[in-house]
């Protein structure tokens, strides 16, 4: 079903004509402009395509349904995320991903501040996000579970901002690099990834390529920096006594 958001009178009633869709049956939003919350717990079978810029928390609480932006997207995306799926084709706004516990994220772009701020594993799910371009300041802070890959394909120097993985505690950081930021702080572990690490993370880097229509090769034939905790006490070196 098409739908048009200049048809409707504001973000609510756009929502309410997208939840009203059967389960099944594709969705798909033109000239969107700034509607918030589009997607908010979507189920399983739910496939939305948007045409422009989602507003903010689109995609919060996905369980399970698919949501592709063909355009750029604001702040919160996947907020809370349970499930599912997200593939954005442009660039997304600060934190992505807040609290991400499942699903998978892909951005063909850059992204904000604070992307995969608190993510987590929870039981049996363990939520990925992936990132074609750079990454703004504090990526992965508070991290607790989870998978992030930044692939640096916009070819800016820093392909993470300043306070990356600040507060991380569990999950892992892989960054498309030739040399370890002198910038990370010090209480993670920055280490060039194995052969088989990088065997351990192909899959997704293959499924950000064929959905982007870029030559896989060329992307994973590259050097790459893993990040992870190396403390139990990832917060030491905040404090004025440790």
């Given at each position: 079903?098409k739908?048009?958001?200049?048809n ?8 309410e004509?997208?939840?009203?869709v ?11 402009c ?6 908010v717990?979507a189920e399983k079978?739910k496939?939305i395509?948007?045409n422009g810029?989602p507003g ?11 949501i592709?932006?063909h355009?750029?997207?604001?702040d919160?995306t996947?907020?809370?995320?349970n499930?599912g799926?997200?593939?954005i084709?442009g660039?997304?706004?600060?934190a992505v991903?807040y ?8 951005i063909?772009?850059?992204?904000g ?5 608190h993510?987590?594993a929870?039981?049996?799910?363990s939520p ?5 371009g750079s ?7 508070y991290q607790?579970g989870?998978?992030?890959i930044v692939l640096?394909?916009n070819n800016?120097k820093n392909?993470?901002g300043y ?10 950081i892989y ?15 920055a280490i060039?990834a ?6 351990g993370?192909?899959?997704?880097i293959r499924e950000?390529?064929?959905k982007f229509?870029?030559d896989?090769n060329a ?6 920096l893993k ?9 030491r070196?905040?404090y004025?006594?440790?």
């Amino acid at each position: 079903m098409k739908l048009n958001a200049k048809n409707y009178a504001d973000y609510k009633a756009l929502n309410e004509a997208v939840r009203a869709v059967p389960i099944g049956e594709a969705v798909e939003i033109d000239a969107c402009c700034g509607e918030r919350y589009i997607g908010v717990g979507a189920e399983k079978g739910k496939n939305i395509v948007i045409n422009g810029i989602p507003g903010n928390a689109m995609g919060a609480y996905l369980d399970g349904g698919t949501i592709s932006v063909h355009g750029n997207a604001q702040d919160a995306t996947g907020d809370t995320m349970n499930d599912g799926q997200i593939v954005i084709y442009g660039n997304c706004g600060d934190a992505v991903g807040y609290g991400m516990r499942g699903g998978k994220i892909f951005i063909r772009g850059n992204t904000g501040y604070r992307s995969g701020i608190h993510m987590k594993a929870y039981q049996n799910k363990s939520p990925v996000l992936v990132v074609g371009g750079s990454a703004g300041s504090f990526l992965g802070e508070y991290q607790a579970g989870g998978l992030i890959i930044v692939l640096g394909l916009n070819n800016d120097k820093n392909k993470v901002g300043y306070g990356c993985a600040t507060g991380m505690h569990g999950g892992c950081i892989y960054i498309r690099c030739d040399e370890i930021p002198d910038y990370l702080p010090q209480q993670i572990s920055a280490i060039p990834a194995t052969e088989d690490e990088l065997n351990g993370i192909k899959h997704h880097i293959r499924e950000f390529a064929e959905k982007f229509g870029l030559d896989f090769n060329a992307v994973i034939n590259h050097s790459f920096l893993k990040l992870t905790p190396n403390s139990h006490s990832p917060y030491r070196m905040m404090y004025t006594h440790n």
